[in-house]
T-cell receptor, first 113, second 117 residues
Framework: GQNIDQPTEMTATEGAIVQINCTYQ??????LFWYQQHAGEAPTFLSY????GLEEKGRFSSFLSRSKGYSYLLLKELQMKDSASYLC??????????????FGTGTLLAVQP | GAGVSQSPRYKVAKRGQDVALRCDPI?????LFWYQQALGQGPEFLTY????????KSGLPSDRFFAERPEGSVSTLKIQRTQQEDSAVYLC???????????????FGPGTRLTVT
């Protein structure tokens, strides 16, 4: 089976930095994705990691350690519009489709002025 | 270019009715996925198509759920004899699939919010 854990809620201040952690247990790992989802909207792709290390994309960075089953999403210079749910999703060989995603429950981030 | 579109955006069904939800993926995307998302939860996998072939339907909750993609483009998720527990947002996503060790990202449609009364 697969197990993906991330905090349910986080609060941060506008202009600050926040780190959202995700741990997973799976075999046949094919990659880890982060998605952003505003209330009532579709998830939108933020980042993809398949090798260990840090991927940086503007204000957002994502880190992966495959040996530890651990990833984090780092958001810098927080803006009010960053208030959303952040979904960690793992792609693995699940015995059927090799690129389906298993999602965590999402971390609801509230950015305060 | 055009993204993934879904219709209807909202559907209210009486318990026992059949519903059909439509997904138009991004042109050229071979992979198509259906997910179910309950309030406050992450999307849960329902089924997967590669072109017109349904390769994985392990997430469909019961035999009342049926999906098809007959020409490898538009897909329809059908729910027969709807029950209250079917109330959720149904998301469709498409992607380029995989290439070597790379798994391409999935692009999601806006979803269909189904309410069964």
């Amino acid at each position: 089976g697969q197990n993906i854990d991330q905090p349910t809620e986080m609060t941060a201040t506008e202009g600050a930095i926040v780190q959202i952690n995700c741990t997973y247990q799976t075999s046949g790992f094919n990659g880890l994705f982060w998605y952003q989802q505003h209330a009532g909207e579709a998830p939108t792709f933020l980042s993809y990691n398949v090798l260990d290390g840090l991927e940086e994309k503007g204000r957002f960075s994502s880190f992966l350690s495959r040996s530890k089953g651990y990833s984090y999403l780092l958001l810098k210079e927080l803006q009010m519009k960053d208030s959303a749910s952040y979904l960690c999703a793992v792609s693995a060989d699940y015995g059927g489709a090799t690129n389906k995603l298993i999602f965590g429950t999402g971390t609801l981030l509230a950015v305060q002025p | 270019g055009a993204g993934v579109s879904q219709s209807p955006r909202y559907k209210v069904a009486k318990r026992g009715q059949d519903v059909a939800l439509r997904c138009d993926p991004i042109s050229g995307h071979v992979s198509l996925f259906w997910y179910q998302q309950a309030l406050g939860q992450g999307p849960e996998f329902l089924t997967y198509f590669q072109n017109e072939a349904q390769l994985d339907k392990s997430g469909l909750p019961s035999d009342r759920f049926f999906a098809e993609r007959p020409e490898g483009s538009v897909s329809t998720l059908k729910i027969q004899r709807t029950q209250q527990e079917d109330s959720a947002v149904y998301l469709c996503a498409s992607s380029r699939g995989t290439s070597g060790s790379r798994t391409y990202e999935q692009y999601f449609g806006p979803g269909t919010r189904l309410t069964v009364t």
